[in-house]
């Protein structure tokens, strides 16, 4: 017997695996946190974005705050009353090129890497989302969810359409390695949370 077949043999004869039965259920799967704000704040910083946890009527305040000189302002976000041009209007989205600043809706967050899901179906176009200058996106304090395993539990697949997960504003890192932030769409991104 050759060495090689001596140690096949050997391999065949203690590699035993045992049968284990399969999880059956998976609660409790995926890193939780104890504050989903603060993580999720975390990991938009890390990627050029910003968090803000405000309530309801000072809205309009803490926009205005942030951006004082945009001019075109496209939302649909109820509650929001500083939209002066309506990008459901446009027949292309060519169109809506000028947008200075969007303001839209986001389904949930997830806390853990700082992103949001936005399919929003009252936008007639979803290149509103990536055109615009700068971006703000309104989601409900209840809304942050931990990881991407509830994340995907929320998303309904059996309804068609768009939707996307965003985090921060755009952002490339292929050149040389080095973060340029605006490259390819938002210069700058927010993601703002209404208390409940």
């Known amino acids: 017997m050759s060495s090689k077949d001596a140690i096949l043999n050997a391999i065949r004869q203690n590699n035993k695996v045992a049968d284990v039965d399969l999880p059956s259920s998976y609660e409790n799967f995926g890193i939780t946190f104890e504050n989903k704000f603060e993580k999720f704040s975390e990991m938009i910083e890390a990627v ?29 976000v109820e509650g ?8 459901n209007e446009a027949n292309d989205g060519h169109e809506l090129k ?6 839209v809706k986001g ?11 936005i399919k929003d179906e009252d936008n007639k176009h979803r290149c509103v989302y990536f055109i ?13 969810l931990n990881n991407m395993h509830e994340a995907y539990l929320q998303i309904d697949f059996t309804n068609k359409g768009w939707g996307a997960f965003v985090s921060g504003p755009s952002k490339t890192a292929d050149i040389e390695q080095s973060l340029v932030i605006g490259a390819h769409g938002p210069k700058s991104g927010y993601v703002i949370f209404i208390k409940s």
């Open 48 to 76: 050029g974005g910003k968090a803000l946890l405000i309530e309801k009527d000072q809205l309009d305040e803490t926009i205005k705050s942030i951006y004082p000189d945009e001019k075109l302002i496209a939302t649909n």
């Open 132 to 144: 615009a200058q700068n971006i703000i996106t309104v989601v409900d304090e209840n809304e942050i």
């Open 107 to 117: 389904n949930f967050a997830i806390a853990e890497n700082g992103a949001v899901w």
């Open 80 to 87: 929001c009353n500083l939209g002066n041009f309506d990008a």
């Open 98 to 103: 000028d947008i200075d600043l969007a303001i």
